[in-house]
Every structure is written in C-alpha cells, then in structure tokens.
Nanobody, 122 residues
Framework: QVQLVESGGGLAQAGESLILSCAATGSISRFDVMGWYRQTPEKQRELVATITSAGNTNYADSVKGARFTISRDNAKNTVYLQMNSLKPEDTAVYYC???????????????WGQGTLVTVSS
C-alpha cells in the first residue's frame, strides 16, 4: 500500500510563505488525482487544491488568485503546495490525498497522509 508523508508545516507570520511536500512511498502516477485538504477542530476537512494526472488544477475559492499553487513531480513521487500570502485563517492541519478511480460508476481507492500542522499568526 502506498503511503503519503506530509512535511513542511510549521509556524509562519501572516504574509509569509511555506511549501508543503507530500512524499509517496510509491509512484504517484498510479493515482488520477492528488490533492491537499485542511482541517481544524472547528471545521470539517475541506478541499484546498487538487491536481490531476494530466496537470489540471482546482482550488478552493479562499486560495484562488495564485495565492496557493499545487504541483507534482512524478519523478520524485512528490506533490507540493506552495502557500503564499498566508493568513491566520489558513491555520489548519493539512492532509495530502491520493485518489484512483477504479470503475465507471466513480468508485475510488483513496489514501490519506498523516497531516502536517500549519499555524499562521497575525
């Protein structure tokens, strides 16, 4: 089973940047979609950004406008989240996700990382 390991979280001041990495123990090319989600004690886990195997990206409204950028490096089996202009509202545990659709009905195999904490102070 492929495992996902997030890193790069930490403490940042508002306006600063962080880069999150999601390293897979196997090939990420196996998956149709890689993504980043975030969760706080007060909110359900929510989508931040996704990237398909074709390179198409999707972002939550709160991070659109090139504030966050998701990318993938298949050779390194790693997905990144470049986080710029951080806001206190971005504080959350960020989880890496990998999903592979297995049939035409949309059933999928999904893998989650353990999460990395991002704390943004004002």
């Amino acid at each position: 089973q492929v495992q996902l390991v997030e890193s790069g979280g930490g403490l940042a001041q508002a306006g600063e940047s962080l880069i999150l990495s999601c390293a897979a123990t196997g090939s990420i090319s196996r998956f149709d979609v890689m993504g980043w989600y975030r969760q706080t004690p007060e909110k359900q886990r929510e989508l931040v950004a996704t990237i398909t195997s074709a390179g198409n990206t999707n972002y939550a409204d709160s991070v659109k406008g090139a504030r966050f950028t998701i990318s993938r490096d298949n050779a390194k089996n790693t997905v990144y989240l470049q986080m710029n202009s951080l806001k206190p509202e971005d504080t959350a545990v960020y989880y890496c996700n990998a999903r592979r659709v297995v049939n035409v009905e949309g059933a999928a195999v999904t893998v989650w990382g353990q999460g990395t904490l991002v704390t943004v102070s004002s």
